[in-house]
């Protein structure tokens, strides 16, 4: 607190005028985060989960303070108890059970702060920086030894358009779609034959074999 009244060019104590304490201050810059992030089902909820995860991961790209606190509150603001809500409100009313909305939600959110952490951390930004990266890295001898790397570097990190964050949206798919496999399946259609039992089609054979229609 002694270092944010300084920064504000106030007393230390006068902060408390306004917050009770640290903990108090870091849940309100945590609530105004989960501000910016909207959840709107009103696409379907693979739309939504999608738009949620960028918007995530933008968020903690302009506040890269925030990727190791979003989760940590244990006196949760309005705004991050209303979004933990919207997107289990969203998972739910699509079909999925309680605790697959759990698993659902825990694996979208270790894959979105997990990209979020690995690009911040990264030594470039840009495409360009990155063919620099990749360059430098990958002289002649260590191309040599390392193939695959290398062959990595030049057909796909080194060409034209590149940019890390594609590969933030090929992975959301890929998990998106897998998640979809685990909704329960649609009822069988009106006139759709339903599937029968070994039991139950041994049973109609001896019916059919014993009124002479076989």
């Not at 945590?30 to 992030?37: N, R």
């Not at 968020?59 to 705004?79: D, I, K």
């Not at 289990?88 to 270790?110: I, K, N, Q, T, W």
Request: with cysteine; hydrophobic share 40%.
């Amino acid at each position: 607190m002694r270092t944010l009244g300084a920064e504000l060019g106030v007393e230390a104590m006068s902060l408390y005028n306004h917050v009770k304490n640290k903990e108090d201050l870091l849940d309100g810059l945590v609530d105004m985060v989960f501000a910016e992030i909207e959840v709107n089902c009103s696409g379907g909820w693979k739309a939504a989960m999608k738009g949620r995860a960028n918007l995530v991961r933008e968020a903690l790209t302009r506040h890269r303070w925030a990727v190791g606190l979003m989760e940590s509150r244990t006196q949760p603001g309005p705004e991050n108890l209303g979004h933990h809500d919207a997107v289990l409100r969203c998972l739910r009313e699509a079909g999925f059970s309680v605790p697959m909305a759990a698993h659902a939600y825990s694996a979208l959110d270790s894959y979105i702060y997990g990209f979020a952490l690995t690009q911040m951390n990264l030594p470039f930004e840009t495409g360009e920086q990155a063919a620099e990266v990749a360059e430098a890295i990958l002289g002649a001898n260590v191309a040599s030894t390392y193939p695959f790397l290398a062959e990595l570097a030049a057909e796909h990190v080194m060409q034209p358009g590149y940019s890390y964050v594609n590969e933030f949206e090929y992975g959301l798919d890929l998990l998106l779609d897998a998640l979809e496999l685990k909704l329960p399946g649609e009822p069988p259609r009106s006139g759709r034959a339903r599937p029968t039992s070994p039991a139950a089609s041994r049973r109609a054979r001896r019916v059919t074999l014993g009124t002479g229609l076989s």
